[in-house]
């Protein structure tokens, strides 16, 4: 997570202005689930000089939309959960909040977004998330009908029961993590969590990234773990200056790592880099090729979730989502790219 400071520091002057929040925040019961009117704004260019252009390194842009609303809540969106088809959601947001709707799309293009709805995660103790220490929620992913939900600056990972609309509902359970998680530092924690998928002797072990190096250790190595019955340690070469935002697995079985670079008084870049399956075991410094590398000379902003999934047609399709850290200067961007091959 870049912290707001950071942000209003370093993004004045770089082309990252957005037009905020549409008109003035609504006074709302923010204690229960709510409907989220959102307005998207459809971009079909993602160069800014080039809006013809479709590919980008292995990746085909579609299309995106920028997202904005005047509830107070809405922003801050860390974690992307879709379904199968690639239309029904579920955002976890560094404030503590779930944003559930669906994307109306055309052959994966997204148009817009429809029966938006936005409600608070409850703690242990039945408090808002965002009253608690637990509220920085940075990643997320689904396991039948439960939601894991990975919290930066306290490392856990909380669980949440999900209601038969796909929302989640009740108080979060505490999953058992590593002694070794709690000693990152509290904003560079665990920023990318998942499932291994099968294909995999660690399949159905949890996988968490943190979002950059950890006090202590080996530069250049971002520490991550794998949590379930076999546990053990793993690293993420670090090259340059990005950090891990968020992970995914796609239909073969590898690992899509997103990452962000950001640099004060010239902005965000954003990069996805592809991990086979295979490499994903304790003691692995996990390594592979970009598919993308991306710039402010591109329709992006603070990229930080990522999804996957697959069409009937067997196309393989990327969604991608900004956090404005509910800042002025930026957006919540919704961007979609096709992997073919």
């Known amino acids: 997570m870049i912290s707001r400071r950071a942000v209003l520091a370093g993004l004045a002057g770089t082309g990252l202005a957005g037009a905020g929040p549409v008109g ?17 704004a459809p971009f079909a260019g993602f160069s800014a000089g080039d809006r013809d252009r479709r590919k980008f390194g292995a990746l085909t842009f579609l299309g995106g939309l920028e997202l904005r609303s005047r509830d107070p809540e809405f922003g801050g969106l860390s974690g992307l959960v879709l379904d199968p088809n690639g239309e029904r959601f579920v955002i976890i947001t560094d404030h503590g909040h779930w944003l559930s709707g669906r994307i109306v799309q055309r052959d994966g293009v997204p148009l817009g977004i ?6 608070p995660l409850r703690a242990p103790d039945g408090r808002r998330l965002k009253d ?3 509220f920085d ?4 992913f689904r396991q039948g009908q439960t939601l ?3 919290v930066e600056r306290v490392h856990d990972i909380l669980q949440f029961d999900l209601n038969a609309g796909g929302e989640p509902t009740g108080r979060a359970r505490l999953s058992s993590v590593p002694a070794e998680m709690k000693g990152l530092m509290p904003n560079g924690g665990i920023e990318a969590l998942g499932l291994v998928p099968q294909g995999s002797e660690w399949s159905g072990h949890m996988l968490a990234l943190a979002e950059k190096e950890a006090r202590g250790q080996a530069p250049g190595q971002i520490p991550g773990f794998l949590i379930g019955p076999k546990p053990g340690r793993v690293w993420l070469r670090r ?6 935002t968020d992970l995914a697995f796609l239909p073969d079985g590898d ?3 997103l990452e962000r670079r950001f640099v004060p008084l010239f902005g965000v870049g954003f990069r996805i880099r592809r991990i086979p399956l295979a490499m994903i075991r304790p003691g692995a ?3 592979g090729p970009a598919l993308i590398v991306a710039d402010l000379s591109m329709q992006i902003d603070n990229m930080e979730a990522l999804a996957v999934h697959r069409t009937p047609q067997g196309r393989t399709i990327l969604t991608l989502v900004s956090d404005n850290n509910f800042s002025l200067l930026q957006r919540n961007l919704l961007l979609r790219f096709a992997l073919d091959g």
Request: glycine share 8%; proline share 4%.
């Open 24 to 40: 003035p925040a609504l006074a709302l019961d923010r204690e229960e689930p709510r409907a989220l009117a959102i307005e998207a």
């Open 239 to 244: 090259i340059g200056d990005f950090d891990v």
């Open 114 to 119: 429809e029966g938006a709805r936005i409600g």
């Open 285 to 287: 410094v996990l390594d």
């Open 137 to 140: 929620c940075e990643s997320v």
């Open 148 to 150: 894991f939900v990975g």
């Open 132 to 134: 608690t220490r637990y």
């Open 255 to 257: 690992l899509l790592v």
